[in-house]
Nanobody, 126 residues
């Protein structure tokens, strides 16, 4: 099992940027697929981005493609989500998620991931 702690959320104006971090503890991080999801009030948790264990495969939701970038540093057991050109509709609690997967594949479904962080709030004011 992997423990995940997100940070970097906050309040930002529309058009601004934030970088979220997710620090992981556990022996298998370097072979884990990592994902970012978000959940707005009254809505279901939705996929944002994912990166496979070696960083060679990434995938994004259409709503964030071209604005968000997922990356990872296996030496630091950390995955990042760089968010640019933020919009009011990006407001949500952002969660990182982890799944041990030595095969480099994109995992886009909530049910793909057994391990989750507690979330960090991102609020974009218009």
């Amino acid at each position: 099992q992997v423990q995940l702690v997100e940070s970097g959320g906050g309040l930002v104006q529309a058009g601004g940027s934030l970088r979220l971090s997710c620090a992981a503890s556990g022996r298998t991080f370097s072979i884990n697929a990592m994902g970012w999801f978000r959940q707005a009030p009254g809505k279901e948790r939705e996929f944002v981005a994912t990166i496979c264990w070696n960083g060679r495969s990434t995938s994004y939701a259409d709503s964030v493609k071209g604005r968000f970038t997922i990356s990872r540093d296996n030496a630091k057991n950390t995955v990042y989500l760089e968010m640019n050109s933020l919009k009011a509709e990006d407001t949500a609690v952002y969660f990182c998620a982890s799944k041990t997967s030595p095969v480099c594949i994109a995992l886009r479904e909530v049910n793909d991931y057994p391990d989750w962080g507690q979330g960090t709030q991102v609020t974009v004011s218009s």
